[in-house]
């Protein structure tokens, strides 16, 4: 379908490159285990593609589905897909290719001409269904190349494609990382450059993430209806360059003092993911509950839901 061939890097090997970056496939993926993979970067991003492998050695069946090219900052906006005028990024298919399409050798590995929130929507309608064989269980966005965090919810493609998901009926999840560049998804042979170690890095951490949420024990549904979660990974260096080296607190995204959170580490009121983001050089990871229509912060009871579900992984904010 596409007039160029992508050569496909799997980071099997590139991840062991990565100190204490652990392979997590050797973990058995949960039984909920469909993935589409929807991003604002672009299909042909270094962080998307190193998310694609470490799922599916992970033993998730994943579909990605991303805009042709670089669509930042979208937020929720929509537009019918149409035929590329420009060729997709990093000239990976040419100008007049199909308004959607897959790798030719990798099919898999798909593109939506449109925004962020089409992607997502067109891989759980569309891709899913075909390469797959049914809807998806969950959708992972990103990780975002830069955080999203605050007010930058409204804005935010990757938010827009995770509350999309989530509208369709779709539990979904914004990944975001502030580290890197945005760069293609050849890079990743590069091992030791940073870009890579911390791609690599980040894709593992997901991994770890969705082990434990579609693994829960906890009854009722992934998430609650009406709830996504905004997860936003600290910036990659020496001291935060292991999988273990991280922690995940419960946070919020915007501050309300008249508004009581779900009791957690003793208190009522969540921290602010803007303070709890590597704050004092800390490798804490935020994550964030957040109603999908308005971006807005998730209710105690939906709050503690979530909480249930991932109680294993989570620190209080140090």
């Known amino acids: 379908m596409l007039g160029h ?5 799997s980071s099997v090997g590139l991840a062991l490159a990565v100190p204490g970056a652990r392979v997590l496939a050797d973990r058995q993926a ?42 930042s900052g979208k937020g929720s906006d929509s537009e019918t897909p149409s035929v590329l005028t420009s060729e997709c990024e990093y000239n990976t298919c040419p100008v007049g290719s199909p308004a ?32 797959l064989g049914s809807a998806p269980d969950f959708v992972v966005s990103g990780p975002n190349v830069g955080s999203n965090i605050g007010l930058s919810a409204f804005f935010s493609g990757t938010i827009g494609a995770a509350s999309a998901s989530s509208l369709a009926g779709i ?21 030791s450059s940073p870009n890579t170690q911390a791609a690599l890095l980040y894709s593992q951490l997901t991994v770890k993430f969705l082990n434990v949420l579609l693994a829960s024990p906890a009854p009722g549904p992934i998430l609650p209806s009406g709830v996504a979660l905004d997860i936003n990974y600290p910036a990659y260096s020496s001291a935060c360059s292991t999988v273990d080296a991280f922690t995940w607190v ?5 501050w309300d003092p008249f508004v009581d959170d779900v009791e957690t580490c003793g208190s009522d009121h969540l921290p602010l993911e ?7 050089g800390s490798c804490q990871i935020s994550v964030s509950m957040f109603n ?6 998730a209710s105690a009871a939906q709050q503690a839901v979530v909480l249930g579900k991932i109680s294993s992984i989570l620190s209080c904010a140090a």
């Open 30 to 71: 949960p039984a909920a285990n469909k993935i589409v993979l929807a991003n604002d970067d672009g299909w042909a991003v270094a962080n998307i593609r190193a998310q694609f492998d470490a799922l599916t050695e992970a033993g998730y069946d994943v579909v990605l589905s991303a805009p042709a090219e670089n669509q």
């Open 171 to 191: 539990p979904a999840a914004a990944f975001s990382a502030d580290f890197g560049d945005q760069v293609s998804y050849t890079t990743l042979s590069n091992t």
């Open 292 to 297: 999908p229509s308005d971006k807005l912060d």
């Open 250 to 254: 419960l946070t919020r995204i915007f």
């Open 5 to 9: 061939i992508l050569v496909v890097i």
């Open 274 to 280: 803007s303070d709890v983001l590597g704050a004092n």
């Open 100 to 131: 959607t399409g897959c790798n030719a050798t990798s099919p898999n590995l798909c593109y939506v001409n449109a925004y962020p929130a089409d992607a997502a929507t067109y891989g759980i309608s569309t891709f899913a269904p075909k390469l």
